[in-house]
């Protein structure tokens, strides 16, 4: 019987240890949201990325901008540490003015809007003008062959789906027509692609992005432009008018050599276990058009914020947080590949990172890429979040900076905005600062320091260890 | 053991049964969401009532017409039974131009951004010009007195809190200021009064709302405008630099005898309970300035599109299913009155109603006005939404058109969207259709006709019953 009492008192205390750990992980968490919405940072710097530097296309004078300012406001924070790791990228230009238009026989013209396609080689000096083929996606090359494809011009028109809830589901099943499609109809002799652009909204606004030739010699390589979703429905309908019109278009981008560029870097020390890295980034290049304050501004100074947030609310934390603003996502991973490198080289002990590369939207949740041993602690704590409305705590991709950090013991997240008007902005000029809501950033960047602060606490042990992982 | 066998198969088959009911309800709320994203309503609807009619408040020509639009929409849907309910409705008009002015002792004088409050008095002709005495709310009004306050403009600053994540918490905190400053101040002898607008957002745009003066006799009236957030901080700044400031406004509404309006109202009448009624609503009219999209263009063309999607999926209700546009809920709520009071004398059932007043942006769930039986009934239908990421099941307000349907019996709910958005188009010319995203809007309507579907099938049987409640 007093075995069973000692039992009852030790439980019950260890009851009361874990409520008030528990309270004060709440009373932190709250804390870190005041600090967001009440004294941010975030949307002051979003405004200097995308009002004052604009477009940061890697090997660009702006992505420097870019280096150098955010570097600056790092300085600022009272890191114990802020760097620049060079990194090389490619660069590419587009080489305005860009049009299009659509000559029926005989009759007018019309012009369209196109935007080149990242990586594009321009078309001749004259513009390239063909005839038009259209297709429902790459698997429809084949169908209809050699034949009927040489000299014409391709254009991609699946569109993506609306019945999807998850726009980046809709977005994963179109995008091969963006990125490979050029590659694929060159291999059937076509004289140049028209991809249907990537949103689901219709409107006159074409949506960039990355694209490859894969192993295409040069000489074999077509220029390829995303086409307004309102001009693709547009030239759609004038095919079924008349499959005999001629589309033109004229391009002057450029490839050119690679050249230096950086990721920026600052860090608070872990005062316990400063080994154990965690790591919050987005990326800091964009797209040249619109000013890239949803892909990835918001990502870059939410990301800041966390670290901010940690000084300010006075939370010291027992690892080491870093954050990571990865240059040249969009069109070569380099900054991500080089970052994991180098952790690689220095053996460093990634314990987590965590990315914000979908907008700054409405903060949803987070998506993991962990074991299930990882994943089950996670989602411990997944009450603390409640009084925040985050309640997507779901398996799945984290983000493409982080990507090559995966060793299968590193712990993976990525935010997950409300995705609906996302592909609205992604892109394209319409990516601009106004189209994001202040509080929405900055419940964002609460969001992610708030799981930081938990993953910095709690840590993985036991799971980080495990032999079979660590080989 | 027999029995036990016995038992146990029947337990199995009503399982199975139990599986392939809500396997079905899974298929019919796929079917729903499809159709709304793929080939929905609502949107072109809106596009409607906001380009082509625009603001719509209660008396004006632009309520006239859109009753008669949705009426003449609600007509072709192939409804059983589409009919106007008369009810008498306030008549306020702006009378542009309004302006308004700071003007400091001897120096240059500043235009700023004001907006007459709904149900306010004129200034007299030449304007009204007087010194100004900041308050945090009407609390205040009783530490300053009458001798600091009396022939003065009482400019109430309180802003809406940020920290909170429910916004409609923080226009809960503050809307006092609009509706009753007034009245209170104009009892310490305040010349007019000048409100903060109710948003978070720093900008030019005041925001308008409805304001009484409880039962002040007319000779005491006065004048009361919103004053855009930017322009509020200017004016807080300036006083503190100068208290002797004159602040300048001329504004000439004026209030005119009632005129007949009426509530929109269609139904598909139920084919086993037809006397059972499910109503879901938004309201017609809407503020003078905008177009008044997101309040409540987005309830109206919601609810109307509910109807559509049970006509055009095919789904037959068991009980009668009723869209009501109701009127006036702006500035009178005189719409919702009259529904509720017609409702009585026709001793009609009405087992369950919901609003959609909150906004086109991304649902997240709804809050429910209703008994705890009835509320664990609703949330066992909560796995059913997870697909579509509505999350957010609480007790809380329903909407003020479906309020005097509370009976203690009938279960009232309101849509709950994503609020991070809504007070920066709240009642002010920000409130348009471009920012109204068409999925997100879609995405509401599908959710609401979700529910409604389910409430259809399940009711609230034995709850409804309950001799306590039906006294």
Redesign the interface.
């Known amino acids: 019987m007093k075995k069973i009492i000692a039992l009852f008192v030790v439980l019950c205390s260890m009851n009361t240890i874990a409520q008030s750990t528990s309270q004060h992980d709440s009373l932190t968490l709250r804390k870190l949201?005041?600090m967001s919405?009440?004294n941010g940072q975030s949307y002051a710097w979003l405004d200097h990325l995308s009002n004052n530097i604009g477009g940061r296309l890697s090997g660009s004078v702006n992505a420097q901008r870019a280096v150098e300012y955010t570097k600056a406001e790092l300085e600022k924070l009272g890191l114990d540490r802020v760097w620049l790791q060079p990194v090389m990228v490619p660069k590419w230009t587009r080489g305005n003015p860009e049009y299009a238009y659509v000559q029926t026989p005989g009759g007018p013209s019309n012009t369209v809007n196109i935007l080149a396609l990242g990586g594009s080689v321009a078309t001749p000096d004259t513009g390239l003008r063909a005839k038009v083929i259209e297709v429902q996606g790459i698997e429809d090359l084949a169908r209809y062959g050699r034949e009927q494809i040489e000299g014409k011009i391709v254009f991609f028109n699946r569109p993506m789906r609306?019945?999807l809830?998850h726009?980046f589901e809709a977005y994963g099943g179109c995008v091969d027509q963006r990125y490979s499609g050029a590659a694929e109809a060159a291999k059937y002799g076509a004289a140049g692609v028209i991809v249907r652009s990537l949103s689901?909204?219709i409107d006159d606004y074409p949506h960039t992005g990355s694209m490859s030739y894969g192993d295409l010699p040069n000489d074999k390589r077509i220029p390829a432009a995303a086409i307004s979703t309102k001009d693709a429905e547009y030239l759609s309908g004038m095919l079924k008018l008349n499959k005999d019109l001629d589309f033109y278009y004229k391009m002057n981008c450029r490839n050119f050599e690679d050249v230096e560029s950086y990721n920026v870097i600052g860090e608070i020390k872990g005062s316990e276990r400063p080994e154990e890295i965690i790591v919050v980034g987005g990326h800091l290049d964009s797209w040249d058009v619109g000013d890239g304050s949803h892909d990835d501004g918001a990502g870059v100074v939410q990301s800041m914020e966390v670290l901010r947030l940690f000084k300010e609310t006075g939370i010291r934390p027992k690892r080491t947080i870093r954050v990571v603003l990865f240059m040249n996502e969009e069109n070569g991973l380099r900054g991500g590949n080089k970052y994991a490198e180098i952790a690689g080289k220095n053996k460093e002990n990634h314990i987590f990172a965590l990315e914000s590369d979908a907008g700054g939207f409405?903060p949803?949740g987070f998506s993991f890429d962990a074991r299930d041993s990882q994943f089950e602690k996670i989602q411990s704590w997944k009450p603390h979040f409640e009084?925040?409305?985050i309640?997507?705590f779901a398996r799945g991709s984290s983000g493409a900076d982080i990507g090559p950090l995966k060793n299968g013991s590193t712990v993976l997240a990525g935010l997950r905005p409300?995705s609906?008007?996302y592909f609205?902005h992604h892109h394209a000029a319409t990516d601009t600062f106004d189209a994001v809501?202040?509080?929405?950033l900055e419940?964002g960047a609460a969001t992610m320091a708030s799981l930081v602060y938990l993953v910095d606490k709690y840590g993985f042990d036991g799971i980080q260890n495990d032999p079979e992982i660590l080989k």
Chains 1, 2 share one sequence.
């Open positions: 949201y005041d919405l009440l609306a019945d809830i726009t689901h909204k409405t949803r009084p925040y409305l309640h997507y409300d609906q008007r609205d809501n202040k509080r929405e419940l």
